[in-house]
């Protein structure tokens, strides 16, 4: 699993499965996100009926060529509005999560999706299924706010 990011190695099979989040240690936790940088793009959310539109815009930090925050352990530094998704907190959240995000599936009961790195034991399986956001991204700090709206995208899927 040399070419994915988050540290997999050593976790029980399919413990997805068979434990509660709540249950899950921080590695197991961090692993269930498959990388595919969705939850990265910023949204619009539509104050009245609560609908979120996905934008083609990235937050400042991801790098698009590998889906991955550039500075995912300091990046509050920058960053400091970052969600961190924990088990107590995904309820709340689960409104904006991607379709395909591990978390909201294993929160919903399902399993992962079989491209999911879990799954497959390669990062590269998230982009060769075309879930991910890699090379199609614009950053933030290259679009005025009031322009997101023109880069509103359908979710990868
Ligand atoms: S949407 Fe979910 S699976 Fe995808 S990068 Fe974000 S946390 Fe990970
Ligand atoms: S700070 Fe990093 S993890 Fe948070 S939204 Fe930006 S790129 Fe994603």
């Not at 978390?103 to 399993?111: F, H, I, K, S, T």
């Amino acid at each position: 699993m040399s070419d994915d990011p988050i540290e997999r190695s050593g976790l029980g099979k399919d413990f997805w499965r068979h434990k509660t989040m709540a249950q899950m240690s921080q590695k197991e936790w961090e692993a269930l996100c498959d990388g595919c940088g969705k939850c990265c793009l910023n949204k619009l959310e539509d104050e009245d009926s609560g609908e979120v539109a996905l934008t083609r815009v990235a937050c400042r930090l991801l790098d698009d060529s590998t889906c991955r925050c550039a500075q995912y352990d300091i990046r509050h530094q920058f960053v400091p509005e970052c969600i961190v998704m924990t088990p107590s907190n995904i309820k709340e959240h689960l409104y904006w999560l991607p379709q395909t995000c591990g978390y909201r599936l294993v929160y919903e009961g399902r399993d992962l999706e079989p491209w999911h790195p879990l799954k497959s034991g390669t990062a590269q399986s998230v982009h060769d299924a075309k879930v991910s956001v890699k090379d199609m991204t614009i950053p933030e700090f290259e679009v005025d706010e009031d322009d997101w709206e023109d880069h509103i995208i359908e979710e990868p899927l």
